[in-house]
């Protein structure tokens, strides 16, 4: 009921408008409501050094937009399966995409290295699954995101932090307003800083005195590797590695925050794959990690799994920038296979799937290999007429052999 009334209260924004992006759109009523919030927070703001100029220079002409309400609680790191979030962010093309960058910005990644200590392959990843290459930065104007959360919905505390260290981002001239997108949270920029994190974080990497994750690689780089620094990342070790386990190992000893030495875990059978030593001391602290149980691939991570987590506190996230940098480096990938028989799609997968729908008359849209609510439908109609169960409209191999033969 409490998000009904916050989606109602901001009902109005349905309407077309004008907003920060600099598009054209159609006059949308005034939300009082919302126009009240923002009065509200105007002293606030003044309280956290935005001026009162640059607070109504910058709020002025907001709409809300209520979507974003409903993304709250469907974050894909925490609903999706995991070998579906790895499939579409560590595929071939991601790999050779990254390896393109490390060559393309070798010496400034190399600059980079010696100032903060965080390796080329680390800091690439984290930028090709943050924007896919600068590529992706998220189509929600930021200031529109922000101020919505900020005034309706639940953790509005949190909210107006971002929406207020966005403001001061802005006056002091790092960032330009116009055409400020970013995800539904406010996360925006090459490597996704939400605002408070840029404030705090982000650097000049090129030396021209602005602090500019949107316009600048050289920022954007350096202001990750000072994050992953700051986190507590150690130079020259690794984050972790894929592991095999005895037939024994009790598996209430895995998880993130189970932490033991090194030694301990050698001691109970714990081996890397490919039968190498673990270049650590044995006293080093170390947990094991079984995001998919006991049948599918094990890890065995360090203290810079944990930076590399604290950018994004979920585990198949960390995951994917921890196995995307192997690959960077020349990895060949996972060797234990995901425990389900309908293995998840890479992107170009993704848009041979989306091209078969089209071509058998579903109204999808683009072909981009984005799955979105209208491949979804037409996926599950696709299962339905196949007979293929569950219907669920999952973007699997097993929908995508099952309609590979043509219409």
């Given amino acids: 009921m409490k998000r009904l009334a916050c989606l109602l209260l901001l009902a109005p924004a349905f309407a077309a408008h004008a907003d920060r992006t600099g598009q054209a759109h159609r006059a949308e009523p005034v939300d009082p409501a919302f126009q009240r919030c923002l009065a509200g927070l105007k002293a606030a703001a003044a309280g956290e050094g935005v001026s009162a100029a640059s607070f109504e220079r910058f709020t002025a002409g907001l709409h809300p937009d209520p979507s974003v309400l409903e993304l709250l609680d469907s974050q894909p790191e925490f609903t999706t399966p995991i070998w579906d979030y790895l499939a579409g962010l560590v595929d071939d093309q991601r790999v050779a995409d ?113 602090r500019d994750l949107v316009g600048s690689i050289p920022d954007a ?62 006293s080093s602290q170390a947990a094991v990690l079984l995001p998919a149980g006991r049948a599918g691939p094990a890890f065995l991570v360090f203290r810079n799994y944990d930076a590399i987590y604290s950018y994004n506190a979920a585990e198949s996230y960390a995951l994917a920038i921890s196995l995307l940098s192997d690959r960077l480096r020349g990895g060949a990938g996972l060797v234990a296979a995901w425990p389900t028989d309908d ?65």
């Fill in 98 to 210: 990254g390896r393109a960058m490390l060559q393309t910005h070798r010496e400034l990644l190399a600059r980079i290295e010696r100032e903060y200590g965080v390796d080329p392959a680390t800091v690439v990843a984290v930028w090709g699954v943050e924007s896919d290459y600068g590529r992706v930065f998220g189509k929600r104007p930021l200031l529109v995101s922000l101020s919505t959360l900020s005034c309706a919905g639940r953790r509005q505390a949190f909210f107006r932090g971002e929406l207020f260290a966005t403001l001061k981002l802005l006056q002091e001239g790092h960032v330009q307003a116009d055409g400020l997108t970013g995800s539904w949270a406010g996360a925006f920029g090459h490597t996704q800083f939400i605002p408070s994190t840029y404030a705090r974080i982000a650097v000049d990497g090129d030396g021209d005195g602005r």
């Fill in 221 to 282: 780089l350096a202001s990750t590797a000072n994050y992953l620094k700051r986190a507590g990342w150690r130079t020259g070790q690794p984050w972790g590695h894929e592991v095999t386990l005895p037939q024994e190992f009790d598996t209430s000893l895995a998880g993130r925050g189970n932490r033991r030495p090194l030694s301990d875990w050698t001691a109970r059978g714990v081996r890397r794959v490919d039968g190498a030593e673990v270049a650590l001391p044995a």
């Fill in 343 to 407: 293995p998840g799609l890479s992107r170009a997968e993704r848009r041979r799937l989306q091209q078969a729908l089209l071509d058998r008359g579903h109204d999808i849209g683009e072909v981009d290999g984005m799955i979105g609510s209208n491949t979804r439908r037409a996926i599950q109609a696709e299962q339905r007429r196949l007979g293929l169960q569950p219907a669920d409209g999952r973007a699997g191999r097993r929908i995508l052999e099952a309609l590979g033969d043509g219409p």
